[in-house]
């Protein structure tokens, strides 16, 4: 009904995204269009308009410069969670791959003279609030959300939200959302996945589960200082010194009157043997004896 229509796709690589042309491909010769050129990468449909392609795709590396598109679908950018976690990868793809596509969009006009404006859809399995979804959804613009997870049990968990009108619609309750997976396959994966895949890729809520504990940013920091007024000791002893056993650690931490600040004067950590755990300890103070020209304040031993 709109031959000059064009469409393009954005994903993580370029061969996945050729994939999904050869099946749109086919899917269109099945209904009877012809083509005016088919490629790996882009077709044409027979008497349509222009220069650009009908449909085009391109990987995160490039591809998409110079093409224009009324539809852009931008599906799964980030390949994985690690990506999801790294803050640069996250903005990259936000500013040179999704910045990039839109700026191609351009409103298509229909044969009775009716405009109908370029937009992007996005399709990503949630790994990260700050993904291009959450990214779509913090940046001010309108949007519908279309959210599906694998299982609805209460009702609420699927939707169509209209930030256009306000307007919500939820879907009714099911086991599972495909034939693809019943409940008794979805059960199985959730068993043996961990929290986060299965909250981001199954429940679409990006809930970084245990994974928090190990972003950087959110630990607390301490910086090392030398001149210090006092200082402590702690040391926890493991009772193994095999390969695969668990280490002994001493640390010794500062507190400097003048500015108020704790500091981390020095750490050590290891696998020793019963008998040599003692001196190692004794080593360890007179060494951070020596750094400071003090004794310590008061030693906690586990």
Sequence with gaps: ????????????????????????????????????????????????????????????????TGKGANRLIISDVLRSGTDAMSEKIRGSIITDVISTGMNRLE???????????????????RLHEEDPVGWMMKSGLCYVQCRFPAINDDGKGAFVR?????????????DALTRRANRDQLNAIKAYSTAYYWNCQYLMVCSLGDLVYFILA??????????????????????????????????????????????????EAGRWRVDEMGDRMVAFIEGMGRLTGLRPEAGLVE
Excluded at 162 to 174: R, S
């Design 162 to 174: 209209n930030t256009y009108t306000g307007q919500i619609f939820f879907a009714q309750p099911y």
């Design 218 to 267: 959110n630990c607390p920091r301490y910086e090392r200082i030398f001149q210090v007024d006092c200082w402590w000791f702690g040391g926890d002893f493991a009772n193994t010194a095999t390969q695969a056993g668990s280490r002994s650690a001493f640390c010794a931490m500062g507190f400097q009157a003048s500015t108020g600040k704790l500091g981390v004067l020095g750490v």
């Design 1 to 64: 009904t709109h031959p000059n229509f064009k469409f393009g796709l954005i994903t993580h690589s370029q061969a996945l995204g050729c994939k999904f042309l050869s099946a749109v491909a086919k899917l269109l010769r099945d209904l009877g269009f012809e083509f005016e050129y088919e490629r790996a990468a882009e077709f044409k449909l027979k008497g349509s308009l222009g220069i650009d392609p009908s449909f085009w795709v391109s990987g995160i590396g490039g591809g998409h």
């Design 107 to 125: 409103p298509y006009t229909a044969d009775d003279g009716s405009v109908i404006p370029g937009a992007a859809t996005f399709e990503q399995a």
